[in-house]
């Protein structure tokens, strides 16, 4: 049976490391920005994260996400450049609408730090197994139940996705127009969506009880099929995480 998620399945070293080393990446690229507010920090660490991404053979798969968050983006971008409280100095004029660079700039962190954080998650979601990542969370003391939770959220986009595109299928053999104009694709929505929503509580259900057929509720020690791999280079990956961490607080506090 396939396993729907967003995992990439590459043969790169990032893919080798383990999913706690890269949930503690996630952490620091996003904290350090935060403890050292300057742009040159946002943007090396979004480097670092973009220089991860393709050597991991990803990066093409994160642009559609960037692609849609500039939208957001770009709405920041003009809120800040005309109306924000520091405004002082014109950068430039679009017809009478007079842009300032201090919004500008402030917007600019904000775009950094929001692609920044865009990229740091991709790394995890798109190289690592959710049964990995799941399984590494529970080892260290995460209720099963809540792994579960994670797990299926997780699954739940690429799995509508997966169900949405093989009901379409079926309704066009049926003769339903499903492409062409913007009336078209509306008058087609309403019976698509309803057999997405009710194979996802069917499968919901199914789940549940399969579940409870694999005694998922028992407060016996849970056992692992597979055996935790802890490799040196990944302790190493940690060290040197929570070195830099540790430097910018220090940089903070001396600062």
Known sequence: ?????LYQERNTII???????????IIISITIPIIMPYKIIGLLCM?????????????????????FSMIILLSIIIIQGLFNGLNDIPAFHIGNLI????????ALEICI????????????????????????????????????VLSSVLQIIPQMSSTM??????QRSRGMETEGKL???????????????MNSLINTRERAMALEVRAFNSK??????????????????????IFLLLLAVAWRVLI
């Open 113 to 148: 730090r929001v692609i920044n954080i865009l990229c740091a998650f991709a790394i995890l979601v798109l190289t690592t197994k959710p049964s990995d990542l799941i399984e590494s969370l529970v080892r260290r003391g995460l209720s099963p139940k809540i792994g579960y």
């Open 99 to 106: 842009f300032y660079k201090e919004g500008l700039l402030f």
């Open 47 to 67: 480097s670092v994260s973009i220089i991860l991404l393709l050597i991991a053979k990803v990066f093409k798969k994160v642009i559609p996400l960037v692609s």
């Open 183 to 197: 009336r078209v694709r509306i008058k087609a929505f309403l019976p698509l969506i309803g057999p997405v929503v």
């Open 165 to 170: 595109a093989t009901i379409t299928d079926a």
């Open 220 to 241: 016996a020690t849970k056992t692992f099929l597979n055996e935790e791999q802890n490799s040196s280079y990944n302790k190493i990956i940690k060290v040197i995480l």
């Open 1 to 5: 049976m396939k396993i729907l998620s």
């Open 15 to 25: 893919h080798k490391v383990d999913p706690i080393s890269k949930i503690l990446y």
